[in-house]
Nanobody, 127 residues
Framework: QVQVVESGGGLVQTGGSLRLSCAAS????????MGWFRQAPGKEPEFVAA????????NYADSVKGRFTISRDNAKNTVYLQMNSLKPEDTAVYYC????????????????????WGQGTQVTVSS
């Protein structure tokens, strides 16, 4: 079992920045790919960003490309999502998730392929 806990959400003005953190614990010796998803009120959950266990491969939703950066520190079992130039449409609950791929270089963008989820952290961007 792996537990993931998000932190770093909050209220920020348009154009501002936030950095979300996702701490993993438990069976962290496995090669977990990690991802961020978000869900706005009344909307379906959507993929935001993903990173391979090695950290060498990443993938982003078109809506956040160039503004968000996903990274990880395996020594700290932590994944980060740096969010810059935030917009009101980025307002959502952000969830971190862990997936068990077959390779350390694989990234996972499909929500159903993730095995473990955090409780979410609220990000609100005011206009």
């Amino acid at each position: 079992q792996v537990q993931v806990v998000e932190s770093g959400g909050g209220l920020v003005q348009t154009g501002g920045s936030l950095r979300l953190s996702c701490a993993a614990s438990g069976r962290t010796s496995s090669t977990y790919a990690m991802g961020w998803f978000r869900q706005a009120p009344g909307k379906e959950p959507e993929f935001v960003a993903a990173i391979s266990w090695s950290g060498g491969n990443t993938n982003y939703a078109d809506s956040v490309k160039g503004r968000f950066t996903i990274s990880r520190d395996n020594a700290k079992n932590t994944v980060y999502l740096q969010m810059n130039s935030l917009k009101p449409e980025d307002t959502a609950v952000y969830y971190c998730a862990a997936a068990t791929p077959l390779s350390s270089i694989v990234i996972v963008t499909t929500r159903s392929l993730y095995d473990y989820w955090g409780q979410g952290t609220q990000v609100t961007v005011s206009s």
